[in-house]
């Protein structure tokens, strides 16, 4: 069973920086991506960005392109999202999920392919 422990959300202003993290106790495949989501309430979960182990590519919600940036800690088994220039629609629950698989790459929009989930941490962006 793999765990996610996700940290680093709370309230802060419109434009400022957050940084979220997602330790992960261990990866049981090669190849894995992760990626956080965010959810609002009535929403639907969105894919906010996603790092690939495998090629080291990352991806992006439009809405984060600039603004956002996902890496890793390959020692400490953390990826990291960092948010700056933070505006009140970036407020969420923001979820980090590993994906697995044998046939990489490993990003996915779709929620359901994720593996394992972490508990979320709140976002709130005031205005």
């Known amino acids: 069973q793999v765990q996610l422990v996700e940290s680093g959300g709370g309230l802060v202003q419109t434009g400022g920086s957050l940084r979220l993290s997602c330790a992960a106790s261990?990866?049981?495949?090669?190849?894995?991506?992760i990626s956080w989501f965010r959810q609002v309430p009535g929403k639907e979960r969105e894919a906010a960005s996603c790092?690939?182990?495998?090629?080291?590519?990352?991806y992006y919600l439009n809405s984060g392109k600039g603004r956002f940036t996902i890496f890793r800690d390959a020692a400490k088994n953390t990826v990291y999202l960092e948010m700056n220039s933070l505006e009140p629609e970036d407020t969420a629950v923001y979820y980090c999920?590993?994906?697995?698989?044998?046939?990489?790459?490993?990003?996915?929009?779709?929620?359901?392919?994720?593996?394992?989930w972490g508990q979320g941490t709140q976002v709130i962006v005031s205005s």
């Open positions: 999920a590993v994906r697995f698989t044998n046939l990489p790459p490993a990003c996915e929009l779709n929620p359901n392919w994720y593996n394992y």
């Open positions: 790092i690939d182990r495998n090629d080291g590519r990352s």
């Open positions: 261990e990866f049981t495949s090669k190849y894995w991506a």
